[in-house]
């Protein structure tokens, strides 16, 4: 990644979404972004070159995005109701939570095990 410079971003980001983005997290590491948008897509893109790793459809707008600190996971918040887990390496939904309306937060939160483990 390019070294900080406030003149300067650090990578554009080529994203392909076609409208609005309404959430981004990144990793710890910011090898990853993950963006949500109005376009009913959750995005994977490179956080060091700013290419998009892979496009995932939604039947609705992804409101926001979560990534996991701790895990290989990310999640999504849908305007369907439904909050989706992702897996970061292999970009597959792994489960389906539904929320019964639409979800506009999402947060990770690391427990004390966590915690201890990363230490």
């Known amino acids: 990644m390019a070294s900080a410079n406030p003149e300067r971003p650090l990578c554009y980001l080529d994203t392909g979404c076609t409208k609005s983005i309404w959430g981004l997290a990144c990793t710890a590491d ?3 972004i993950f963006l949500g948008s109005w376009d009913n897509t959750a995005r994977f893109v490179d956080g060091q070159q700013g290419t998009l790793l892979h496009t995932e459809q939604h039947p609705n707008v992804v409101h926001c995005v979560a990534v996991c600190a701790s895990a290989n996971c990310a999640a999504t918040a849908c305007e369907d109701g439904k ?3 992702l ?4 970009h597959t939904v ?7 309306s639409a979800v506009f937060s999402l947060q990770y939160v690391q427990s004390g095990a966590q915690q201890q483990q990363q230490q």
């Open 87 to 90: 897996r970061l390496d292999t």
């Open 94 to 100: 792994e489960a389906e939570l539904d929320a019964g």
């Open 30 to 32: 910011a090898s990853t």
């Open 83 to 85: 909050v989706r887990l």
